[in-house]
Nanobody
Framework: QVQLVESGGGLVQAGDSLRLSCVAS????????MAWFRQAAGKEREFVAA????????YSADFVKGRFAISRDTDKNTVYLQMNNLKPEDTAVYSC??????????????????WGQGTQVTVSS
């Protein structure tokens, strides 16, 4: 079992930055490939970024490349999502997820075994 707790969301203006955190407990952190997804109101959940459990290689959706970056601190069992130059269309609930099987991250939400409760990010124009 893995427990995930996100934090760091909030209300910001367009162009601002936020850093989301996801603390994992339970199963050893580096045994899970970690990812961030987001879901805007009325829309499907979509992949944002992920980091491989074995190599630490990162993967990002095209729409966030150059603005968002995923990273991890294995000593703190924490994965981060640094979000820069936020836009109103980035408004969503952001959730972290853990995949205990794959070393190459999947972009499919159904590949992930464990989820946090999510943190709201709202970007005003």
């Amino acid at each position: 079992q893995v427990q995930l707790v996100e934090s760091g969301g909030g209300l910001v203006q367009a162009g601002d930055s936020l850093r989301l955190s996801c603390v994992a407990s339970g199963r050893t952190f580096n045994q899970n490939t970690m990812a961030w997804f987001r879901q805007a109101a009325g829309k499907e959940r979509e992949f944002v970024a992920a980091i491989s459990r074995s190599t630490g290689r990162t993967y990002s959706a095209d729409f966030v490349k150059g603005r968002f970056a995923i990273s991890r601190d294995t000593d703190k069992n924490t994965v981060y999502l640094q979000m820069n130059n936020l836009k109103p269309e980035d408004t969503a609930v952001y959730s972290c997820a853990a995949d205990s099987f794959r070393t190459v991250p999947s972009y499919d939400q159904y590949a992930y075994d464990y989820w946090g409760q999510g943190t709201q990010v709202t970007v005003s124009s």
